[in-house]
């Protein structure tokens, strides 16, 4: 079946009945599964920096509920990109955006390679997470709260 992705029943702006829409908050709340194995803690393969980001982002997200554990696999590629991240930029300040190669000639570091690729990564899997405002906030549909005012010759009409 092809056409647009269905979308959330909390975001969804198109005309749908009450039945529809209660039907399709049902299916939802169903396919909703738990954050054990989230807050479990880091996996244990992370190093040090990268546990600490998972666990940083996984506390934070807790508040509106935006993680479950299917989403385990990809923060834990965010938080090893980061962790890959923090440590190329941490060799760049210290040995310098430049080395010298084989013959002697000044060549860029290898690291400004590995920062480019691990920022890269991380920017994927936080649009696939959600983690950047901007991201969530296509999530999240304004409701309107003021009605429209009733046009005063309709009465007219009705008559």
């Not at 979308?7 to 738990?34: F, M, W």
């Not at 807790?62 to 440590?87: C, G, R």
């Not at 955006?97 to 920022?119: C, H, M, N």
Request: charged share 25%; glycine share 6%; net charge positive.
């Amino acid at each position: 079946m092809q056409g647009r992705p269905r979308k959330v029943v909390g975001i969804a702006t198109g005309k749908i009945g009450k039945e529809k829409r209660l039907n399709r908050a049902v299916q939802e709340e169903k396919i909703k599964l738990s954050r054990n194995q989230l807050e479990a803690g880091a996996p244990k393969w992370l190093g040090d920096v990268g546990a600490v980001e998972y666990v940083r982002v996984v506390e934070a997200a807790k508040a509106i509920n935006l993680f479950d554990n299917l989403d385990l696999s990809v923060l834990a590629i965010y938080a090893n990109a980061y962790e890959m991240y923090v440590t190329a930029t941490q060799s760049l300040q210290s040995d310098g955006l430049t080395t010298y190669g084989a013959k002697g000639a000044e060549i860029p570091s290898p690291y400004v390679a590995i920062a480019d690729k691990a920022a890269s990564q991380i920017l994927k899997c936080s649009t696939k997470l959600g983690l950047a405002t901007t991201d969530r906030l296509k999530l999240i549909v304004p409701t309107q709260t003021e009605e429209r005012a009733e046009n005063k010759y309709l009465k007219y009409l009705k008559a």
